[in-house]
């Protein structure tokens, strides 16, 4: 399938990647305080773009009982009308906008979901995908730039009749929108066969920084995970987002940056979140890497701040780390 010729692209195939402009910006979430169809959410996407962000990251969340279920339901979390004036804000500031549709599972996460045949598979395949379809044609119209046609789905890379909805998504969606898929790590990069049929490889990534937290440790297990993703991405022929960075602003983070469900007891340390997020966008600063959004901002502006633990930025020695080299 050709790819689709876009501005947004920031280089394709035929290209050889050419990295005329990265992509850069946040998955920003609605907060409990301020929803996105809250006039004073404006606020937060401005400031956003402030920052020297040119891009954003929107999350329509789905939700599913358990694992096993073969249900996939439209979550409350976010509504349609909360989407669009986000959508709407970001345009507004002058954004590139990437929809990225996410299953919520308590106690477990998008990557736990799995299940023991064929025929489940394809039950909760055919439920996924009209979820991911209604959100498709929902934001069709509204100016948006990327969609992703799933995240984090690590059981389901295998099993699931991808080709069936790339191929539905693109009847829906304008030719202009760049369509991909979040990969979890650098594993779920190597082991996703449908790259081709995509506009971009993508992924999450939230590696082991090493248990010190010492700008020199992170340093070495950054540096292996970009030369590790540069060998994954060499021969897909795709431009290359890091759809996912982050790293709470709590202590002993490092060894397991991805954790959050003890966040609102952890002990604050907003250096090594600034050290980390210094230490990878320096990192990730390569021509083969297009795009790079960093987990999370919110909508509520007063978020974060020094007594915070959570992976936002906002408000915290790490917002002016981000604002030096995206101003720059």
Known sequence: MAIMASAFVMGCAGDGLKNQQMLRGFNALQHKNVGWDDPKSRKSVQQLAAMGSNAVVFIPFLEQEKENSLEVRKSAAVTDIQLQSAIRYAREAGLKVTIKPQILVPGSWAGGI????????????????????????????????AFVIGTELTHATNYAPWPKLIAQLREILPESIILTYAAHNIEGVKTFPHWQLLDAVALTMYPSLGETGTKEEMQVYIDRSVEELRLAVAEIERPLWVLEIGMPSAAGASARPWEWQSLKSAKVDLNLQRDA???????????????????????????GGAGDADFTPQNKPAEQVIRRYWKS
């Open 114 to 145: 799995k299940h023991s045949d064929p025929y489940s598979w394809q039950a909760w395949f055919d439920s996924y995908s009209k979820r991911v379809i209604e959100c498709a044609r929902f934001v069709s119209g509204q100016g948006i730039d």
């Open 277 to 303: 997020l210094d230490i990878w966008l320096r990192a990730l600063d390569k021509p083969w890497v297009n795009g790079l959004f960093i987990w999370a901002w919110y909508s509520d502006i007063s978020s």
